[in-house]
T-cell receptor, first 115, second 113 residues
Framework: DAGVIQSPRHEVTEMGQEVTLRCKPI?????LFWYRQTMMRGLELLIY????????DSGMPEDRFSAKMPNASFSTLKIQPSEPRDSAVYFC?????????????FGQGTRLTVV | AQSVTQLGSHVSVSEGALVLLRCNYS??????LFWYVQYPNQGLQLLLK??????LVKGINGFEAEFKKSETSFHLTKPSAHMSDAAEYFC???????????FGAGTRLFVKA
């Protein structure tokens, strides 16, 4: 398996523009997590899904952020409109799901810069 | 509720010296415990994990950690630091049977020549 695949790896956009980050989970993994990492706040859990259903989105900072998982092989994190303070590295991670005594697997991240 | 506390946001050691990164957790049920490492501009990768069985677990790159239930700790050690060990290290916990990973704040390890 190629692991968790995130795209794009880098994104530079202007303030006010819509940004969409993409994640392809490991096949068979039922749980998917979106994290944001900044120097100031460290690693923050934004939202997670189990069996394509959002379970907890309490970490989503504002209504400008939204996430979807239309099927088991794809998820998106959208920011609309984007602001400079959204600049961060966004990670997607997946896990086999409940009952799995194993770790979460991380993608390489998307480095977002909003200017 | 589960939580993870990593003591020291920055640790600096000399090359060849012992590395000790501290992690304490709280969990109402037996946990699964993990250490992840993050090198610059990369994602998190698993260093080692404890699920069941032997409480001393060995990972990649010469690291090991010991699960001590009485102390609710899972400290990470390496006998001799190498320059390539410079990275950020995250301790994490999952409840047995669960899937949501709770991460500590991370410890950045610096290795001096």
């Amino acid at each position: 398996d190629a692991g968790v695949i995130q795209s794009p790896r880098h994104e530079v956009t202007e303030m006010g523009q819509e940004v969409t980050l993409r994640c392809k989970p490991i096949s068979g993994h039922n749980s998917l997590f979106w994290y944001r990492q900044t120097m100031m706040r460290g690693l923050e859990l934004l939202i997670y899904f189990n069996n394509n259903v959002p379970i907890d989105d309490s970490g989503m900072p504002e209504d400008r952020f939204s996430a979807k998982m239309p099927n088991a092989s794809f998820s998106t994190l959208k920011i609309q409109p984007s602001e400079p303070r959204d600049s961060a590295v966004y990670f997607c991670a997946t896990h086999p799901g409940q009952g799995g005594n194993t770790e979460a697997f991380f993608g390489q991240g998307t480095r977002l810069t909003v200017v | 509720a589960q939580s993870v506390t990593q003591l020291g946001s920055h640790v600096s050691v000399s090359e060849g010296a012992l590395v000790l990164l501290r992690c304490n957790y709280s969990s109402s049920v037996p946990p699964y415990l993990f250490w992840y490492v993050q090198y610059p501009n990369q994602g998190l990768q698993l260093l080692l994990k404890y699920t069941t069985g032997a409480t001393l677990v060995k990972g990649i790159n010469g690291f090991e950690a010991e699960f001590k239930k009485s102390e609710t700790s899972f400290h990470l050690t390496k006998p001799s630091a190498h320059m390539s060990d410079a990275a950020e290290y995250f301790c994490a916990v999952i409840n047995t049977g669960g899937f949501k990973t709770i991460f500590g704040a991370g410890t950045r390890l610096f290795v001096k020549a």
